[in-house]
Structure formats: structure tokens, C-alpha cells
């Protein structure tokens, strides 16, 4: 049974003479343990595809089913926590709250879902050594350059040790030796059984990936 499935999702954004046509007839499955990029230029739909993956967002029409479960008619609430246990997510933008450290900003997901103080020490170490930021724990965001504040929000996401990572252009805002290392980080975490999924305008990055899905016009292309 594949992890993510996709069956004819369409998504419309308005209303009327408004509406817009995002995602039109999309199907697609990953399977556990896969790295796959969805490559798109700027405005093709891989963002919102990316939102539809991540239970941010909800389809118009059609089926998504999270390990064999379909996603559609599930509250908020359920929503929510398929969102902190199961999807790790990478922005462009980190997203780091720029008051608190390294360590605090991997930390607290962890508060919110409860995880015991003990606990949350030992993870938030263990993902901040993944990531090669243990002599950076005590940093805040403006105390770091932006490929480290990127291992920061990667560490934030595999804390909890999600079993899927959505990168939504996860090296946009880095130089080429950062985004390296971000791409090397996220080819070890699927080496460890990580399912991957990374958005990308770039297709120099999106050639990391075991297979690629090229996006446009809200349509699967190839």
C-alpha cells in the first residue's frame, strides 16, 4: 500500500467569475521511503500541491489518503495531529522565531504536543546533532548564518521523528555550498527511511531526487 495516495484532486481557490483552477485532475502516489521532487516553475501549482500533501489545506474534489486513510473529512483537530506526528516541514523561509535559540526553536513543537522535559532535552540534542549544530544549541537566529538557521528548522522538523519531510524549496535562500549541505542532510534522512518529498523551481536540486514529478499549470506533466 503506497504511504500518500492522490486520486483526481482539483482545487479551486474563490468563486464565480473569481474562481481559480490550482490543481486540475491530480493523481499521484509515494510510496514509504522514497525521495521525490516536485519540480514547477513559479505559479505551476507546487505549493499548493504541497499543501494538499501536508494537510494544510483541503482538496475541492477528489481523494487523498495518508497510509491508507483518507484525509478529506477529518476535523481540524485530527488534522492538527497528522500535521505534528506524522509530516516534518521545511520552509524557504525557516521560520524560526527570532527570540529564542537554536535548541528552543527545535524544542518547541515538542511542548506543544506534550513531550515530557526530559524527553524534549534528549531530542531536541539528537536532531541537532543530526544536523552538526550541537556547538550552535545556545544561538539565536541572528546569531547564525542562513545555512544554519536552515539545519535549525531541518532539526525542528525531524525532532519528533516524523516518518515523512515535506521541503517547500528548502535551499532558495541559501548560497550553493549551504544548499548543499541542506541537500546532503535530506539524502541522509532518507537514507534512514525517511519518505522525502522537496518543491523546487530549481532543477539542479530537483535532480537529488530519486524521481521527479514536474508540475504546470496545476497538471502532472510527467
Same mark, same amino acid.
Given at each position: 500500500?503506497?504511504?500518500?495516495?492522490?486520486?483526481?484532486?482539483?482545487?479551486?481557490?474563490?468563486?464565480?467569475?473569481? @474562481?481559480?483552477?490550482?490543481?486540475?485532475?491530480?493523481?499521484?502516489?509515494?510510496?514509504?521511503?522514497?525521495?521525490?521532487?516536485?519540480?514547477?516553475?513559479?505559479?505551476?501549482?507546487?505549493?499548493?500541491?504541497?499543501?494538499?500533501?501536508?494537510?494544510?489545506?483541503?482538496?475541492?474534489?477528489?481523494? #487523498?489518503?495518508?497510509?491508507?486513510?483518507?484525509?478529506? @473529512?477529518?476535523?481540524?483537530?485530527?488534522?492538527? @495531529?497528522?500535521?505534528?506526528?506524522?509530516?516534518?516541514?521545511?520552509?524557504?523561509?525557516?521560520?524560526?522565531?527570532?527570540?529564542?535559540?537554536?535548541?528552543?526553536?527545535?524544542?518547541?513543537?515538542?511542548? #506543544?504536543?506534550?513531550?515530557?522535559?526530559?524527553?524534549?532535552?534528549?531530542?531536541?540534542?539528537?536532531?541537532?546533532?543530526?544536523?552538526?549544530?550541537?556547538?550552535?544549541?545556545?544561538? @539565536?537566529?541572528?546569531?547564525?548564518?542562513?545555512?544554519? !538557521?536552515?539545519?535549525?528548522?531541518?532539526?525542528?522538523?525531524?525532532?519528533?521523528?516524523?516518518?515523512?519531510?515535506?521541503?517547500?524549496?528548502?535551499?532558495?535562500?541559501?548560497?550553493?555550498?549551504?544548499?548543499?549541505?541542506?541537500?546532503?542532510?535530506?539524502?541522509?534522512?532518507?537514507?534512514?527511511?525517511?519518505?522525502?518529498?522537496?518543491?523546487?523551481?530549481?532543477?539542479?536540486?530537483?535532480?537529488?531526487? !530519486?524521481?521527479?514529478?514536474?508540475?504546470?499549470?496545476?497538471?502532472?506533466?510527467?
Amino acid at each position: 500500500m503506497p504511504l500518500i495516495e492522490l486520486e483526481h484532486i482539483v482545487k479551486f481557490y474563490g468563486s464565480g467569475e473569481n @474562481r481559480v483552477l490550482a490543481l486540475d485532475d491530480i493523481s499521484l502516489t509515494v510510496d514509504s521511503g522514497e525521495f521525490v521532487a516536485v519540480a514547477g516553475a513559479s505559479g505551476s501549482g507546487k505549493s499548493t500541491l504541497m499543501n494538499m500533501l501536508g494537510c494544510l489545506d483541503v482538496q475541492s474534489e477528489g481523494d #487523498y489518503r495518508l497510509k491508507g486513510r483518507s484525509v478529506k @473529512r477529518l476535523d481540524e483537530n485530527k488534522l492538527s @495531529r497528522i500535521r505534528s506526528r506524522e509530516i516534518g516541514f521545511i520552509f524557504q523561509g525557516f521560520n524560526l522565531i527570532p527570540g529564542l535559540t537554536a535548541a528552543e526553536n527545535v524544542e518547541l513543537p515538542l511542548i #506543544y504536543r506534550g513531550v515530557s522535559k526530559n524527553t524534549r532535552r534528549e531530542l531536541v540534542r539528537k536532531a541537532m546533532e543530526k544536523v552538526s549544530l550541537l556547538h550552535r544549541m545556545e544561538h @539565536r537566529p541572528c546569531e547564525m548564518s542562513g545555512g544554519q !538557521q536552515q539545519r535549525v528548522a531541518i532539526a525542528r522538523a525531524i525532532a519528533s521523528s516524523p516518518p515523512i519531510i515535506l521541503a517547500d524549496e528548502p535551499t532558495g535562500s541559501l548560497d550553493s555550498r549551504s544548499g548543499g549541505e541542506v541537500m546532503e542532510i535530506l539524502h541522509s534522512l532518507n537514507s534512514s527511511g525517511k519518505t522525502v518529498i522537496i518543491i523546487t523551481h530549481d532543477e539542479k536540486i530537483a535532480a537529488n531526487a !530519486q524521481r521527479i514529478v514536474r508540475i504546470c499549470d496545476g497538471k502532472l506533466v510527467s
